[in-house]
C-alpha cells in the first residue's frame, strides 16, 4: 500500500501546497518583485544576455535564473503564478532528486518515499518554494550536482560514467550562469575528499575533465555575449559579488562563524527531534561509502559557507538535500524495528510550539490585537485554522508514532499552504505593495512619467504597469553601481532637483507617484511634491496621481 500510494498523495500535496498557493498573495518586496521586473524587462525588451532592472544596469547576478523566470511569465503570464512558478518547479524537481538518489544508495522503497517525504516537508524547503527568487534555482542546480557526483562514482560502466559526468558538468554549467561560480566549487568541495578517501583521485581527474568540458560548452556562449555586450560585468560580478561578499571587511550580511548552526536545526522543521538519532546514526556508518558521501555532501558546504563573511540564511538551502536523505535513512530504520521515542518526542515538540504560538496570538488579539476585529476576521480564521491543524497533526504522530510517523509533514503542508493569506494586513499592506498598485493600475498606465522614493515600491510598480521607466526619488540602494553609468542619469532624481522634474515632466503628461512614507525623512519628501495630485493610501505607502499641466 505504501508503494502504491505514497507516490500519488505526495504528487496531490504538491499540487496543492506548492503549486495551489502561488496565485494568493502579492509579491513580497524586495526580492520577489525585483526579480519579476528584471525577468518581465528581459521579456519585453529581447535583451537576454545583461540583466537590466527598471533600465539600470543589474549585475549581481548572471541570467539564467532571471531566464526561467521570464519563461514562466511566457508561459502563464506576467502575474503572481507565473513569476512564482520557476521557484515552484525547481523545488519540485530538487524533490524528485531525494526520491532518484534514494533509491540509487540503498534501493529499498521505504528510505526512498520517506526521505523524500522528509525533504518535501521541511518548512524552509516548502515556504522557498513559493518565492520568487533564485534560491531554488541555484539549489536545484547544486542539488543536481551532488546527485550526479553519486551517480558518477556508483556507476559500473563507462558509459554510465561518461554520462553522469557529463550530467554533473551540465548543472555546474546551469549553476554558474544562475548565482556564479559556487556552482563550480561545491561539487568539487565533496568530490576531492571523496575520491582520496576512496583512492579514486585517478579517476577523479580523468573523467572530471568530461564534466569541466560540458561546464564550459553551457555556459561560454552567454558568458561571451555579456562580455561583449557590457565589457564591465565580469569585473563587477568577480570581484563584488564574490571575493568581497566572501572575504571583504565590508561584506554584506556579515554574520558569525556558527550563523547556519541553529539555522540548519530550524530549517529541519518539523523533524528537528529526529537530528540527534540522524547524527548518531551517521556518525556510526561513517565508513560506509553511502554515508561518507552524504556527510561530505552536507558538511564541506556547510562549512565553506560559514568561512564566508557575508551569510544569508537561505545559502545553506543545497545543505537540506543530504540532510533529509540521512535523516530518512535513519527514520527507516527506526520504523523497521518498531522504534518509535525519537517520533513522540518529535510530535510532542511540535505540538508544544504549536501551542505555545497559539496561547501567544490569542492573548496579543486580547491585549493588543494584530488582527483588526471585523476587517480581517478571515485571516484570523486562517490562522487559527493552520495552528490548529499544526497541534492536531502532530499530536497524532505523538499518540501513535510508528503508524502515523509523517503526520506532521501535514501539518507543516498546512503552514506554508496558509500563511500568506492569514497574515494581517499591517504586514500585507506594507510587504506587498503591487497589490495597492493594482487598485489603481488604469491611472497609473494612463501617466506618462513615473516616480517613487522607494526600490521595492518602484519596481512592483514597473512590473505591474509592464514599463521600466521609473525614476527613483532620492534613493540609490543597489542600483547603485548601475547608477553611476553616464546614460543612466536620467533614472533619479534627488530632492533639490524633484520640483523642477515634475514640472517638466506634468508638461508632457500625467505623472504617477509611489512613495513609501515611514518616517519624517519620507514626509519631507512628500512635501516637496505638488499639492493638487490625488491621493491615495495604505500602510505606508502612498500613491499620487498628478494631471498634466499647460507648458
Not at 178 to 191: D, E, R, S, Y
Not at 202 to 209: D, F, I, K, S, V
Request: glycine share 8%; hydrophobic share 55%.
Amino acid at each position: 500500500m505504501m508503494r502504491r500510494w505514497a507516490l500519488p498523495l505526495l504528487l496531490l500535496a504538491f499540487a496543492l501546497c506548492y503549486l495551489a498557493p502561488l496565485a494568493t498573495h502579492g509579491l513580497w518586496i524586495p526580492d520577489e518583485t525585483r526579480y519579476a521586473q528584471i525577468s518581465q524587462e528581459m521579456l519585453l525588451t529581447g535583451k537576454w544576455a545583461a540583466p537590466h532592472f527598471m533600465g539600470i544596469r543589474y549585475f549581481e547576478k548572471p541570467a539564467a535564473g532571471y531566464w526561467m523566470i521570464a519563461l514562466g511569465q511566457a508561459m502563464f503570464g506576467q502575474n503572481l503564478f507565473g513569476v512564482r512558478f520557476a521557484s515552484a518547479l525547481s523545488t519540485g524537481l530538487s524533490i524528485l532528486l531525494v526520491y532518484l538518489v534514494a533509491r540509487r544508495l540503498w534501493n529499498d522503497p521505504r528510505k526512498s518515499l520517506v526521505s523524500t517525504l522528509l525533504y518535501m516537508s521541511f518548512v524552509s524547503v516548502a515556504a522557498l518554494g513559493g518565492y520568487a527568487n533564485l534560491d531554488p534555482q541555484f539549489t536545484f542546480w547544486v542539488n543536481l550536482t551532488g546527485v550526479a557526483l553519486w551517480f558518477c562514482f556508483d556507476s559500473r560502466t563507462r558509459n554510465g560514467r561518461l554520462g553522469a559526468w557529463a550530467l554533473l558538468g551540465f548543472a555546474c554549467g546551469m549553476g554558474f550562469m544562475t548565482k556564479g561560480f559556487l556552482a563550480w566549487l561545491l561539487p568539487v568541495l565533496i568530490a576531492l575528499p571523496y575520491a582520496l578517501w576512496q583512492k579514486r583521485l585517478r579517476e577523479l581527474l580523468g573523467y572530471g575533465l568530461v564534466a569541466v568540458l560540458v561546464a564550459v560548452a553551457v555556459s561560454l556562449p552567454w558568458a561571451l555575449a555579456v562580455h561583449l555586450q557590457e565589457p564591465d560585468f565580469w569585473h563587477f560580478f568577480f570581484w563584488h559579488e564574490h571575493i568581497q561578499r566572501f572575504a571583504g571587511e565590508d561584506a554584506q550580511h556579515a554574520e558569525p562563524f556558527w550563523y547556519y548552526l541553529p539555522l540548519l536545526v530550524g530549517f529541519s522543521l518539523p523533524w528537528v527531534a529526529l537530528l540527534p538519532a540522524t547524527v548518531k546514526q551517521a556518525w556510526l556508518e561513517k565508513r560506509t561509502a553511502s554515508i561518507g558521501f552524504l556527510l561530505l555532501w552536507l558538511l564541506m558546504p556547510l562549512a565553506f559557507f560559514s568561512l564566508a563573511k557575508g551569510k544569508l540564511p537561505s545559502y545553506i538551502m543545497p545543505c537540506l538535500l543530504p540532510l533529509a536523505l540521512l535523516m530518512g535513512h535513519a527514520l527507516a530504520d527506526k520504523l523497521a524495528q518498531g522504534r518509535g521515542r525519537a517520533l513522540r518526542i518529535n510530535g510532542w515538540l511540535n505540538l508544544v510550539l504549536g501551542i505555545v504560538a497559539l496561547l501567544a496570538l490569542s492573548w496579543f488579539q486580547l491585549k493588543k490585537p494584530v488582527y483588526e476585529h471585523g476587517t480581517e476576521t478571515l485571516s484570523l480564521v486562517l490562522v487559527f485554522v493552520l495552528l490548529i491543524g499544526w497541534i492536531f497533526a502532530n499530536l497524532l504522530q505523538a499518540a501513535r508514532p510508528l503508524h502515523l510517523w509523517a503526520a506532521p509533514a501535514i501539518g507543516s503542508w498546512l503552514l506554508v499552504a496558509l500563511a500568506p493569506a492569514a497574515l494581517p494586513h499591517s504586514v500585507v499592506y506594507n510587504k506587498t505593495p503591487d497589490q495597492f498598485i493594482i487598485d489603481h493600475l488604469p491611472e497609473l498606465k494612463q501617466t506618462g512619467a513615473l516616480l517613487s522614493n522607494d526600490l521595492g515600491a518602484a519596481s512592483a510598480l514597473a512590473w505591474r504597469v509592464k514599463r521600466a521607466d521609473v525614476t527613483l526619488y532620492n534613493t540609490v540602494g543597489e542600483v547603485k553601481y548601475g547608477l553611476a553609468f553616464a546614460d543612466a542619469a536620467h533614472h533619479k532624481v534627488d530632492m533639490a532637483q524633484v520640483q523642477q522634474w515634475m514640472n517638466d515632466a506634468r508638461k508632457r503628461g500625467a505623472v504617477g507617484v509611489v512613495m513609501r512614507v515611514k518616517g519624517d525623512d519620507e514626509v519631507a519628501e512628500v512635501n516637496l511634491l505638488p499639492q493638487d495630485g490625488k491621493r491615495y493610501e495604505q500602510g505606508n505607502l502612498v500613491i499620487l496621481i498628478f494631471p498634466q499641466v499647460s507648458s
